[in-house]
């Protein structure tokens, strides 16, 4: 059974960056659909990028063109490269693992979730 562990979180200031890791122990990812989702307080988890086993990405219309997934196979590792962040997008963020990037698109992930990783934007 594959268990992820996130990293990267932290606080910064509006308009700077974050990287966030997600690495895989237990399987190799390589052949998997894989995302990110985000949890505010009081909030539901809602879908934020997703990446999938050839490469295909989606994103959420509210991180368009300030995120940006990606995958290191070699290194079971998948990341999320956050830009231009807003004090929206503060969140608990969690990686996870879906049956195809669409159904990801649409909120369902599948297998256990880690522990997530805090982000925090101060405006």
């Known amino acids: 059974q594959v268990q992820l562990v996130e990293s990267g979180g932290g606080l910064v200031q509006a308009g700077g960056s974050l990287r966030l890791s997600c690495t895989a122990s237990?399987?190799?990812?390589?052949?998997?659909?894989m995302g990110w989702f985000r949890q505010a307080p009081g909030k539901e988890h809602d879908f934020v990028a997703a990446?999938?086993?050839?490469?295909?990405?989606y994103y959420s219309d509210s991180v368009k063109g300030r995120f940006t997934i990606s995958r290191d196979n070699a290194k079971n590792t998948v990341y999320l490269q956050m830009n231009s962040l807003k004090p929206e997008d503060t969140a608990v963020y969690y990686c996870?693992?879906?049956?195809?990037?669409?159904?990801?698109?649409?909120?369902?992930?599948?297998?256990?979730w880690g522990r997530g990783t805090q982000v925090t934007v101060s405006s």
């Open positions: 990446i999938t086993w050839s490469g295909s990405t």
């Open positions: 237990g399987r190799t990812v390589s052949s998997y659909n």
């Open positions: 996870v693992r879906g049956s195809s990037g669409s159904s990801l698109q649409a909120g369902y992930a599948i297998g256990s």
